[in-house]
């Protein structure tokens, strides 16, 4: 199977900038079956991901239905523009979240048909690495009826509205507040990753690096709330895995393969 791409860029009134997307799918006549969807954060990274070769291979091997990518490219707000919407982080990163939730809702959404043609898709998932991993879990947790899955690679669940130095605890994280706050409990599953070497900080130190324990501890909020393992949450911890495009390239195909594996 071979994958076509294209780069185009649209114009956002909500975000006011012009927004690349990088558009990677099987060929039309490839296409036999209802297709896919997955939006990327940090679309900008397709190349050193790897994900071209790494689509085509899982083509190639029978291992994966046909899924049509759109890589959101981040613009120059990207410290603004990703985040928990309505919750930025106690320096003030985030102010933008909610726009861009709604740039994802009210204008991206919309225009696929015009953009590839497509407008109704099987499964549906939003993905990203580091803050446009918890740009995209705050998306798909937020919007069930949208998304039916959330793909997290090194998440920036240390996200928190107070400073270290200021008195803060684990209660001061942001998402893990967002999903105890969160009445019902929404219809998605998550797929998380961490790396044994995303960082050195141990905020505890408990031995653990803390995007481990920010991970685990948000699944932990998750189960709380009803979610079960392995059914609905799929965590892989990378062994010697960094916080960079190498590791999450390598990681990619086990996530592609859980959220639109045959």
Known sequence: MTITRQDITIASKLLEREV?????????????????LLLLNDG??????????????????????????????AGENRL???GIAGKPDFKGRGAKADIYTRFIKQELLPQLKQLTGFDAFDTT??????????????????????????????????????DLAKGYTDADRLMHQVIRETKAKPAIEAWLQTGTKDETSDRNKNGIIDAIDDTTDLISEMEAKGFKRPEEIQYVEVVGGMHDTATWGKAMAKFLVWAFGR
Do not use: C, M
């Open 20 to 36: 690349t997307l990088t558009i990677l799918k099987p060929e039309d006549s490839d296409i036999v079956e209802p297709l896919n």
């Open 125 to 162: 998932a939003f993905a990203g690495f580091s803050l446009g991993g918890l740009s995209a879990f705050d998306i798909v947790w937020n919007n069930p009826h949208l998304f039916n899955k959330a793909g997290v690679f090194s998440g920036s669940f240390w996200w928190r509205g107070k």
């Open 44 to 73: 900008q990274e397709v190349e050193s991901l790897g994900l071209r070769d790494t689509l085509e291979t899982l083509y190639n091997t029978h291992r994966l239905k046909p899924v049509l990518v759109v890589a959101i490219h």
């Open 80 to 82: 603004d523009e990703y």
